[in-house]
């Protein structure tokens, strides 16, 4: 049995979701903290911070949607689930950290990705998804 105290002028049911609601809000702000390296800002100046953590929110906003894209190809993961999201380091983990190798020959330089490595597949159709936007 749960009980709730609040003063909101809500339905007991849109306050129950309000409350499960704030645990996922939780969660990603944790990963902005740890995943992201912000849990102490370096500077004593705030408007320096405030540039920093400007930084941070728009490299989460752009990891979350890589991870949400990536879940979008259940074929192409390398592991089957059922998860609704990718926690942050698994992201940069599995598709930002991807094996490559700096060819350079007749005057060019190019980046060969490592076709053996599982992640190829989701990291090629999700590239193709940015690319399109």
């Known amino acids: 049995m749960e009980t709730f105290w609040t003063n909101l002028y809500e339905s007991p049911e849109t306050v129950i979701d309000l409350y499960h609601e704030h645990g996922t809000s939780e969660q990603f ?40 894209t990536s879940l979008a190809f259940p074929d192409a993961l390398p592991y089957k689930t059922d998860s609704k999201r990718k926690r942050l380091r698994k992201v940069i983990d599995d598709l930002i950290r991807v094996a490559v190798k700096i060819v350079r020959h007749a005057r060019q330089t190019c980046i060969r990705l490592w076709e053996q490595d599982p992640w190829l597949a989701c990291f090629k159709q999700v590239y193709s998804v940015c690319c399109n936007l």
Do not use: Y
């Open 29 to 68: 702000h944790s990963e902005l903290k740890s995943d992201m390296n912000v849990e102490r800002l370096p500077s004593g100046k705030f408007v320096v911070n405030a540039i920093l953590l400007k930084l941070a929110m728009l490299s989460f906003n752009i990891l979350r949607f890589i991870g949400q």
